[in-house]
């Protein structure tokens, strides 16, 4: 199948690589955001996400004259959908007491609807948003069929899992092999068609529906892997064992592979792909919603453990009450701007409700602001009145930070480290009092 022209919408971290790439290849593109000022932005040459190589490549696919912007879809050859799938923020479930969280699919329904007027026989619509089992032949199919076409015979319709890696979306859109799960084997062969075009991993076609339990497998054991982490970085805490050492032993195991402890887990994927599966059978997934709770509960761990590191094992109710705390990091992981559902801003925000007064300094979004959480104008700013600084997040910059010289940067003589990224002895030695996630007392 031949594709000329591109119609994508939605434009953030997924959708911008993409349609960069395709343009970067010949094909005309056309990509499509209902935020205007994104569509702006990205008009006058300048981006609104931070991912690294993508400022080249969107430069000259615009400069090609391939990439065109636009707030609504045009007739294409092919339509990618790749457009948010948060949970409600105001509405959960209920199963047997327990709530989960529900995915909001609205964006997708309109990208759908928004489809409609210019769909024509021959196309091709891929759905890429992470969604719930079901979503393609059960939402999407039926809302393009209002075109009057019948999906899988006049137009080919099929689901295709994103796997990339922030920080490295260029390389791995490329490289990650791509399942392709098509309504009918047709509809998963002429989405290979399409990404046939740039990827140069395995290409696997599939049926929609597998396609999308296959991405929602691969975050939801993620998930689990750092919730039994999590969880063990509080029993060592307990039994006066150094997780990080631990960890790395039991991984020696040839058939082991536990990922690492951390303040919590955070982005729009792993934090949330999972209760996807608890929506659709909450019967079936205890296992699932007992690890988003374990995880969830992690960053309530991190300011225990700050209260200890400020007041010894026997601290007061108000332990934290005008306390004054460098945060460092509001990420969700290391050197990316991403702050979705990120564990460091709960953290932050935990403190703030205990009365503790918090400076946030994140290097990849300094102007960021967030509900009732002070943003640090620089480093400095964070740490000049500082009684404790916390290390939230890997960003390179804080790990290559010498206790030395920040010991003559701020008053602060305790640090507690949420990311395993400082060496205790090197702080110990610089005169830090220092607390580590997941390292007992005892030890
Ligand atoms: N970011 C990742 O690393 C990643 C990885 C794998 C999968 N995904 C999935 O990809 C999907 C997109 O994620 P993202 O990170 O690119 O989101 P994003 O928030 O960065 O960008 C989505 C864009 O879609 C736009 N949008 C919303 N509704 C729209 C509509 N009806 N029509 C056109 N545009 C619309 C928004 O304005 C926004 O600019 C999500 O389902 C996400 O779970 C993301």
Redesign the pocket.
């Known amino acids: 199948m031949n594709f000329d022209k591109i119609c994508i919408?939605?434009?953030?971290?997924?959708?911008l690589p993409t349609a960069s790439t395709f343009a970067s290849k010949g094909v005309k593109v056309l990509g499509?955001?209902?935020?205007a000022q994104?569509v702006e932005t990205l008009r006058s040459g300048k981006l609104h996400?931070h991912e690294p190589g993508l400022r080249e490549m969107y430069k000259s696919a615009l400069e090609s004259g391939n990439f065109s912007l636009s707030t609504e879809p045009q007739a294409a050859d092919a339509f990618l959908i790749?457009?948010?799938?948060p949970f409600y923020d105001d509405r959960t479930g209920d199963y047997q007491g327990r709530s989960f969280k529900l995915a909001d699919m609205r964006?997708v329904s309109?990208?759908a609807e928004?489809i409609v007027p210019f769909l024509r026989k021959g196309n091709l619509v891929v759905l890429?948003?992470?969604s719930p089992p079901r979503t393609t032949v059960e939402l999407v199919a039926p809302i393009l069929a209002r075109s009057g076409l019948k999906p899988g015979r006049d137009f080919f319709l099929a689901y295709s899992?994103?796997?990339?890696l922030?920080g490295r979306i260029l390389r791995e859109l490329i490289e990650n092999a791509r399942v392709i799960g098509g309504i009918t084997p047709a509809s998963a062969q002429a989405g290979a068609d399409l990404y046939a075009m740039f990827v140069k991993g395995e290409i696997v076609q599939t049926d929609a529906t597998t396609a999308e339990m296959v991405k929602l497998m691969e975050n939801t054991y993620r998930d689990i892997n750092i919730a039994i982490a999590n969880e063990f970085s509080r029993l060592a805490d307990r039994f006066g064992v150094d997780i990080w050492e631990a960890v790395s032993l039991a991984n020696r195991h040839p058939r082991v592979k536990i990922l690492s402890p951390g303040p919590g887990v955070g982005g729009?994927?792993i934090s949330v792909d999972p209760w996807f599966f608890v929506e659709s059978a909450p019967e079936l997934s205890p296992l699932i919603s007992t690890a988003r709770r374990v995880n969830d509960a992690q960053p309530h761990y991190v300011v225990e453990l700050i209260k200890r590191a400020l007041c010894g094992s026997d601290f007061p109710q108000a332990a934290l009450k005008g306390k004054r705390i460098a945060a460092l990091g509001l990420a969700y992981k290391p050197d990316v701007d991403d702050l979705r559902e990120s564990p460091a801003i709960d953290v932050v925000r935990l403190l703030g409700q205990e009365g503790a007064q918090v400076k946030a300094w994140e290097p990849f979004k300094p102007d960021a602001r967030l509900q009732d959480i002070e943003m640090a104008a620089s480093l400095e700013d964070a740490l000049q009145a500082a009684e404790l600084v916390v290390l939230l997040v890997a960003h390179s910059e804080f790990l290559t930070i010498k206790p030395i010289e920040l010991a003559s940067r701020t008053g602060a003589r305790v640090v507690m480290d949420a990311v395993n990224g400082w060496k205790s002895a090197e702080w110990q030695d610089a005169g830090f009092r220092v607390v580590r996630l997941g390292v007992g007392t005892k030890h």
Do not use: M, N, Q
């Not at 499509?32 to 935020?35: A, I, M, S, T």
């Not at 790749?82 to 799938?85: H, L, M, N, Q």
């Not at 899992?161 to 990339?164: A, F």
């Open positions: 919408l939605g434009l953030g971290y997924i959708g499509v955001d209902v935020d994104v996400i790749a457009v948010p799938t964006a309109s990208a928004a890429e948003s992470t899992p994103e796997r990339v922030p729009h994927c």
